[in-house]
């Protein structure tokens, strides 16, 4: 319960900030260009008579001979968050992620591998996201027989759900992904292997993603989710492709 809560926390935090920047970028630049094309953005660069440099929403940079251009104006930007992707922007991105995870239950630290990180926008704002990662834990098993022996304990989980997905300046963007699917765990000790039957598996990811060039995104991410009886909180870093 407290790592629902703690999460419930950071939802109501991160959809303040999402709204305050979103008020501070309220107006953008139209760019037509003569072969019919039309580019929204931010011009960050110009030289007169010779070029301008214009950033997209999602941070992408474009370069345009003066020659090309058949006028540029200054328009509102819609919030309409179910506008469809402008051709200059990517929908996509997949990456992987590393960090580490607290489990509640047997009151562990391990660690976290997210060997697919997946999202796809629809628009501006909804897409769908999905994930498979692994976790690792080292764990002490009782027995009445024997004196304590470490273990490790293994969970792999394969989720999928809706992917909420917000600008945050010219090139973040902060995300929240509920997540449901199924996964399975693995107890080992010594010689000894237990594999447990697949559960229904439970996630709730709050994600910043930031755009360091025009393909690949750094991102961080906290986490809940629970599989059975194991629950856990995990915080991650790691990195993406823009597809």
Do not use: W
């Amino acid at each position: 319960m407290k790592g629902i809560r703690f999460l419930l926390f950071l939802l109501c935090c991160s959809l303040g900030i999402t709204s305050a920047t979103a008020q501070n970028h309220s107006q953008q630049e139209v760019i037509y260009l003569k072969n019919g094309s039309v580019i929204r953005g931010t011009v960050v660069e110009q030289t007169i008579g010779q070029s301008i440099k214009v950033r997209t929403a999602d941070g992408s940079l474009f370069v345009y001979n003066q020659q090309e251009i058949e006028k540029i104006v200054k328009e509102k930007e819609s919030n309409n968050n179910f506008q469809p992707f402008r051709k200059a922007e990517k929908k996509s991105y997949i990456g992987i992620g590393l960090g580490a995870t607290y489990t509640f239950d047997a009151e562990e630290f391990g660690f976290q591998l997210n060997l697919i990180d997946f999202g796809y926008l629809f628009n501006e704002n909804i897409g769908i996201a999905a994930k498979l990662q692994g976790k690792g834990y080292s764990v002490n098993a009782h027995s009445a027989h024997r004196s304590d022996d470490s273990g490790t304990l293994t969970i792999t989980t394969l989720t999928a759900g809706p992917l909420l997905s917000f600008q945050s300046g010219n090139k973040g963007r902060f995300e929240i992904k509920p997540m449901v699917g199924f996964g399975a765990a693995n107890l080992k000790i010594d010689n000894i292997s237990i594999n447990s039957d697949t559960k229904m598996a439970f996630g709730l990811d709050i994600q910043y993603r930031y755009h360091i060039s025009r393909v690949i995104d750094l991102f961080a991410a906290l986490g809940y989710s629970k599989i059975s009886d194991y629950s856990d909180i995990n915080l991650l870093v790691g990195v993406g492709l823009r597809l």
